[in-house]
C-alpha cells in the first residue's frame, strides 16, 4: 500500500444576513495543504464591500500567514460586474495570491447567488423547462456562468446554453 496518494478538500461559503443593511459572506477551505478562511461585509443595496478579513492559517507558503492588509484594500468595491479584476490586483503580488482571490471570489461569488435563491425556487420543474430557464438567466447574467456547481460548463443545465465565443 505505499505510495498512494491521499488528498481531502473542504470548501464551504457561507451568507448570513446580519441585519437589513449587512451581509456577511465567509468561505473556509480546508485541506492537506492550506487551512484558510475569507469573510467579507457587504453593504446593501450598492453591495459595496465594507469590510475584509481572513487568515491563512497553513499554507504552501506558510504558517500564520498576515493578509489583513491586503484584504482591506477591497474596502470600498462593489460586489458585481469588474470585481475580479480589483481583486487580482490587490493580490497579484504576493505569494498567497491565488488562494486569497478564490476564496475572495467565492465570497462575492456566494452574496451574489443568495440573491438568485428565490429565482432559483421558482424554476420550471420539468427538466427541458428547467433547462432553458437557467440557460437563459445565465445568458441575462453571465457573472452567474460557472458560479456555483448547477451552473458549471458540464452541468445538464448548460447544455443548451450557446456561449459566445470571442
Not at 30 to 41: G, P, S, T, W
Amino acid at each position: 500500500m505505499a505510495d498512494i496518494l491521499c488528498f481531502s478538500r473542504n470548501r464551504c461559503t457561507s451568507i448570513e444576513h446580519v441585519d437589513d443593511q449587512t451581509i456577511r459572506s465567509t468561505c473556509r477551505v480546508q485541506d492537506n495543504l492550506m487551512d484558510a478562511y475569507v469573510e467579507i461585509m457587504v453593504k446593501l443595496p450598492d453591495l459595496e464591500l465594507i469590510q475584509a478579513k481572513g487568515e491563512i492559517r497553513r499554507s504552501p507558503q506558510g504558517t500564520d500567514l498576515i493578509i489583513l492588509d491586503d484584504l482591506q484594500k477591497v474596502a470600498g468595491s462593489r460586489v458585481g460586474p469588474g470585481i475580479r479584476k480589483i481583486i487580482g490586483s490587490i493580490v497579484e503580488h504576493v505569494p498567497y495570491a491565488e488562494s486569497v482571490a478564490t476564496l475572495l471570489d467565492e465570497c462575492c461569488n456566494g452574496v451574489i447567488l443568495s440573491f438568485a435563491r428565490d429565482v432559483f425556487l421558482n424554476a420550471p420543474q420539468d427538466k427541458a423547462g428547467e433547462k432553458l430557464f437557467f440557460a437563459n438567466m445565465v445568458k441575462a447574467n453571465p457573472r452567474l456562468y460557472n458560479s456555483c456547481a448547477a451552473l458549471t460548463p458540464d452541468s445538464p443545465l448548460m447544455e443548451s446554453l450557446e456561449l459566445d465565443k470571442n
